[in-house]
Nanobody
Framework: QVELVESGGGLVQPGGSLRLSCAAS????????VSWHRQAPGNRRELVAS???????NYADSVNGRFTISRDKVRRTVNLQMNDLKPEDTAVYYC?????WGQGTQVTVSS
């Protein structure tokens, strides 16, 4: 049984930062391919960033240069550092690994 749990969401002003974390039980995150997605109300879920098992990283154009995905092999988490946040980044953020999904964490960017 694999369980993913996201944390770190919240309310932040435009230009601010948040750090999301995804932890897993039943899966070794030190080597897994993990992605962060987001879904805003009325929108389709979209890929934000991914880190492959060999640590190749990809970002959506909309977040490239502002977001950083990283793997913490000690804590066995995959993190998403989000800087220079914009109102359009407001969404529920989900992590997924091999078709297992977390419950999501809300990120709201508003003044």
């Amino acid at each position: 049984q694999v369980e993913l749990v996201e944390s770190g969401g919240g309310l932040v002003q435009p230009g601010g930062s948040l750090r999301l974390s995804c932890a897993a039980s039943g899966l070794n995150f030190s080597f897994a391919s993990v992605s962060w997605h987001r879904q805003a109300p009325g929108n389709r879920r979209e890929l934000v960033a991914s880190i492959a098992s060999g640590d190749k990283i990809n970002y959506a154009d909309s977040v490239n240069g502002r977001f950083t995905i990283s793997r913490d092999k000690v804590r066995r988490t995959v993190n998403l550092q989000m800087n220079d946040l914009k109102p359009e980044d407001t969404a529920v953020y989900y992590c997924d690994a091999y078709a297992w999904w977390g419950q999501g964490t809300q990120v709201t960017v508003s003044s």
